[in-house]
């Protein structure tokens, strides 16, 4: 069983460049997110997904954009970016909303993001 | 403001002790989540808290919810090592597609 997968792992990234972050998920699950987790933090969302070609805004969502295509991939690019961003990303799905979302969301492994 | 607070936010402890983990919330929701981080390691869900009065227990650890109250507790029994975690719990925001709100957190050390 997959689940949620991310990639890359890890990664260090230098002020200005831009990168993507992959996350696929093999449960057919309608709901994707994206959180960061600082040092020491709890959760914050950056950007949710309901469904293929839905995307919307979390709670940071600056400096940030998402595109959803498949069920399957929501992944997370980065454009120029900035120290502030240095954090843990995890990528997670769920079943939905109502009586699916008696359902926890899964989480991914998480990408180490440094920027120096 | 939604707010999801949990406390306390460190706790050290003895092996063989009882101590509960307590997470307040701000605003009207009947589902709330509890997970566990190891360090370094992703999220895993424990609990999953659908109505007032609800109880689940898994081994050494109980959670339950009143929603009355708008709050939830992670009681832990007789704790051993293993436990040593971070803890969370999450609230489902109704009117916003089930968002969660996250609280920050209660990083546990159970002392041999």
Known sequence: NAGVTQTPKFRILKIGQSMTLQCTQDMNHNYMYWYRQDPGMGLKLIYYSVGAGITDKGEVPNGYNVSRSTTEDFPLRLELAAPSQTSVYFCASSMGTGSLSNQPQHFGDGTRLSIL | ?112
Request: proline share 3%; glycine share 6%; charged share 20%.
């Open chain 2, 1 to 112: 403001e939604l707010k999801v607070e949990q406390n306390p936010l460190f706790l050290s402890m003895q092996e063989g002790k009882n101590y509960t983990i307590y997470c307040n919330y701000s605003t009207t929701s009947d589902r709330l989540y509890w997970y566990r981080q190891d360090p370094g390691k992703s999220l895993e869900s424990l609990f999953v808290l659908l109505s007032n009065g609800a109880v689940k227990q898994e081994g050494r650890l109980m959670a339950s919810l009143d929603t009355k109250a708008r709050l939830s507790t992670l009681h832990i029994t007789a704790a051993v090592h293993d436990l040593s975690a971070t803890y969370f719990c999450a609230v489902d925001i109704e009117d916003s597609n089930y968002q969660l709100i996250w609280g920050a957190g209660t990083k546990l050390i159970i002392k041999p």
